[in-house]
C-alpha cells in the first residue's frame, strides 16, 4: 500500500512551534520512555501518544540507528546507551548554571546548598555549593537516593497524583534510613499533603540523624529539580526555617529563570 502525502513529508512538516514535527514527536517518545522506566512497547507508545503504530515505528527505526534506543529480544524498545553521554553532558551544564545560585543560597543562609533531580524513580543530585561552617553536610554530586526519605523527593514529588506516588513506593520500597524515615505510603502522602500546604519540604532526621534538610521545587523547570539547604539540626531549627525558606523560594525562582533562559524551556 502506498504511503500517504502527510507520512512521506513527516520529516519535513513544521509544527504550529516552528520545530519540526518528526523531532518533536521523536524527542516526545524518548520522554513517555523515560516516564514508562525505560522500557516499552509500541502499543503503549501509541496510547499515551496517540500516534499511529505506523509513524511511532519509522520514528522507532530511526532512533534505533542513530543508538539513542534499542530493540530489546522480546521486541520492545529500550532507551539507548547513546543517551547517557548526551545526558551526562547536559548534567555537567545544568549544575554550571545553577552553581552562582547556590551559592547565594549559601551566602544567604549560612548552609549547604543543592540542587537535585528526579531521574526515574530516584533522586540523584546534580550540584552543590558547600556551607563555610567548619561543620556542615556534604552530598556528593551524582549520588542516588530514594525520595522518600529527602526533602527534595518530598519537593519534586508533591505535584504528582497520589496513584502515581503509590506507584513509585511500591517499585523502590521503603527502607528505613534512621528511626525517623517515614516508612508507609498512607504516611508520605500526608507529609506530601503537608509540603501542598505550607510550600516547602522537610527532611528532619529522616536521611541522616542530626541532620535537617528544607527544600522547594524550581518553578517551570525543563526536568523535574529542586533546591535545598541541609545543615545540622541545631543551626536548621524551626526559627531558622521561617527566615530561610522565603530565601530558598527567591533562588529557586531565579534558577527557573535562569534554565529557560538557557533554552531548556518548550516553546510557547
Request: include cysteine; aromatic fraction near 4%; proline fraction near 6%.
Given at each position: 500500500?502506498?504511503?500517504?502525502?502527510?507520512?512521506?513529508?513527516?520529516?519535513?512538516?513544521?509544527s504550529?512551534?516552528?520545530?519540526?514535527?518528526?523531532?518533536?514527536?521523536?524527542?516526545?517518545l524518548?520522554?513517555?520512555?523515560?516516564?514508562?522506566g525505560?522500557?516499552v512497547?509500541?502499543?503503549?507508545?501509541s496510547?499515551?501518544?496517540?500516534?499511529?503504530?505506523p509513524?511511532?515505528?519509522?520514528?522507532?527505526?530511526?532512533?534505533?540507528?542513530?543508538?539513542?534506543?534499542?530493540?530489546?529480544?522480546?521486541?520492545?524498545?529500550?532507551?539507548?546507551?547513546?543517551?547517557?553521554?548526551?545526558?551526562?553532558?547536559?548534567?555537567?551544564?545544568?549544575?554550571?548554571?545553577?552553581?552562582p545560585?547556590?551559592?547565594?543560597?549559601?551566602?544567604?543562609?549560612?548552609?549547604?546548598?543543592?540542587?537535585a533531580?528526579?531521574?526515574?524513580?530516584?533522586?540523584?543530585?546534580?550540584?552543590?555549593?558547600?556551607s563555610?561552617?567548619?561543620?556542615?553536610?556534604?552530598?556528593?554530586?551524582?549520588r542516588?537516593?530514594?525520595?522518600?526519605?529527602t526533602?527534595?523527593?518530598?519537593?519534586?514529588?508533591a505535584?504528582?497524583?497520589?496513584?502515581?506516588?503509590?506507584?513509585?513506593?511500591?517499585?523502590?520500597?521503603?527502607?528505613?534510613?534512621?528511626?525517623?524515615?517515614?516508612?508507609?505510603?498512607?504516611?508520605?502522602?500526608?507529609?506530601l499533603?503537608?509540603?501542598r500546604r505550607?510550600?516547602?519540604?522537610?527532611?528532619?532526621?529522616?536521611q541522616?540523624?542530626?541532620?535537617?534538610?528544607?527544600?522547594v521545587?524550581v518553578?517551570?523547570?525543563?526536568?523535574?529539580?529542586?533546591?535545598?539547604?541541609?545543615?545540622?539540626?541545631?543551626?536548621?531549627?524551626?526559627?531558622?526555617?521561617?527566615?530561610?525558606?522565603?530565601?530558598?523560594?527567591?533562588?529557586?525562582?531565579?534558577?527557573?529563570?535562569?534554565?529557560?533562559?538557557?533554552?531548556?524551556?518548550?516553546?510557547?
Amino acid at each position: 500500500m502506498p504511503t500517504s502525502s502527510a507520512s512521506t513529508t513527516d520529516s519535513a512538516k513544521s509544527s504550529a512551534s516552528g520545530g519540526v514535527q518528526s523531532l518533536e514527536r521523536a524527542f516526545d517518545l524518548l520522554e513517555r520512555m523515560a516516564d514508562a522506566g525505560g522500557e516499552v512497547g509500541l502499543s503503549e507508545l501509541s496510547a499515551s501518544s496517540g500516534l499511529p503504530l505506523p509513524t511511532i515505528h519509522r520514528l522507532m527505526r530511526t532512533l534505533v540507528a542513530c543508538g539513542y534506543v534499542r530493540q530489546q529480544p522480546n521486541r520492545r524498545y529500550a532507551l539507548g546507551p547513546r543517551l547517557i553521554r548526551l545526558g551526562e553532558s547536559a548534567s555537567r551544564l545544568l549544575g554550571t548554571w545553577a552553581r552562582p545560585h547556590l551559592a547565594r543560597l549559601v551566602e544567604e543562609t549560612g548552609e549547604t546548598a543543592n540542587m537535585a533531580l528526579l531521574d526515574g524513580d530516584e533522586i540523584v543530585y546534580v550540584a552543590q555549593v558547600p556551607s563555610k561552617h567548619s561543620m556542615r553536610m556534604f552530598t556528593e554530586v551524582g549520588r542516588r537516593v530514594l525520595p522518600h526519605s529527602t526533602g527534595v523527593g518530598k519537593a519534586l514529588l508533591a505535584s504528582f497524583p497520589p496513584q502515581e506516588v503509590r506507584a513509585l513506593l511500591a517499585r523502590t520500597g521503603m527502607p528505613a534510613a534512621t528511626d525517623k524515615t517515614i516508612t508507609t505510603p498512607d504516611g508520605f502522602l500526608a507529609a506530601l499533603e503537608e509540603v501542598r500546604r505550607q510550600g516547602y519540604a522537610i527532611d528532619d532526621n529522616e536521611q541522616e540523624i542530626g541532620v535537617r534538610c528544607l527544600a522547594v521545587p524550581v518553578p517551570d523547570s525543563p526536568t523535574a529539580a529542586a533546591i535545598s539547604i541541609s545543615g545540622p539540626a541545631g543551626r536548621v531549627t524551626e526559627a531558622a526555617t521561617a527566615t530561610i525558606v522565603p530565601v530558598l523560594r527567591q533562588v529557586a525562582a531565579e534558577l527557573s529563570e535562569t534554565l529557560l533562559a538557557s533554552g531548556g524551556g518548550s516553546a510557547a
